[in-house]
T-cell receptor, first 113, second 112 residues
């Protein structure tokens, strides 16, 4: 079955540490996205990518970095510069950015140790 | 800033009743999408309605779009306990970037 796989499901970060969240899709989608969700709130866009080797900042990119070396993969690194990283992180993909429904993974919950 | 804003924030109904959620937005859109999120899970796409459409149905779901009022509604008929979830609208921008922007959602509780 095609879909989006996020790993790990739970992640803990120590002070000053960078952590990387994995997102892989086998839907052959061109566009991929990373969102942050805080409790009781909606999704805020961190980064998005329309094609391989290209990505753009979303609304809250500070303290995060991404890469898009392969069509299937869009890893997100939460750097030590992100002072409040505790949140639920969701990865999504779509056939065409903004014009088609997004398919979501089941998220990674990041907490601070 | 959030584009779509859902109303109400929370809704509690009995099984069998209908549930209506509303979404308002501010700028020109290409399409509007509704998603469901069960607790601790990712979002699941329900319906996409394009800016030139006024109404769309899918099973027990009915979505309307009024571009003159910049608003949309999601109606779930004959609700079931399994419909308990958060529901989000997302607006697809009518620009080259074409980003989608999500609202804060409506939390629906359906009591058996």
């Amino acid at each position: 079955d095609g879909g989006i796989t996020q790993s790990p499901k739970y992640l803990f970060r120590k002070e000053g540490q960078n952590v990387t969240l994995s997102c892989e899709q086998n839907l052959n989608h061109d566009a991929m996205y990373w969102y942050r969700q805080d409790p009781g709130q909606g999704l805020r866009l961190i980064y998005y990518s329309q094609i391989v080797n290209d990505f753009q900042k979303g609304d809250i990119a500070e303290g995060y970095s991404v890469s898009r070396e392969k069509k299937e993969s869009f890893p997100l690194t939460v750097t030590s510069a992100q002072k409040n990283p505790t949140a639920f992180y969701l990865c999504a993909s779509s056939l065409m950015q903004g014009r088609q429904p997004q398919h979501f993974g089941d998220g990674t919950r990041l907490s601070i140790l | 800033s959030q584009q779509g804003e859902e109303d109400p924030q929370a809704l509690s109904i009995q099984e069998g009743e209908n549930a209506t959620m509303n979404c308002s937005y501010k700028t020109s859109i290409n399409n509007l999408q509704w998603y469901r999120q069960n607790s601790g899970r990712g979002l699941v796409h329900l319906i996409l309605i394009r800016s030139n459409e006024r109404e769309k149905h899918s099973g027990r779901l009915r979505v309307t779009l009024d571009t003159s009022k910049k608003s949309s509604s999601l109606l779930i008929t004959a609700s079931r306990a399994a419909d308990t979830a958060s529901y989000f609208c997302a607006t697809g921008e009518n620009t080259n970037a074409g980003k989608s922007t999500f609202g804060d959602g409506t939390t629906l509780t359906v009591k058996p």
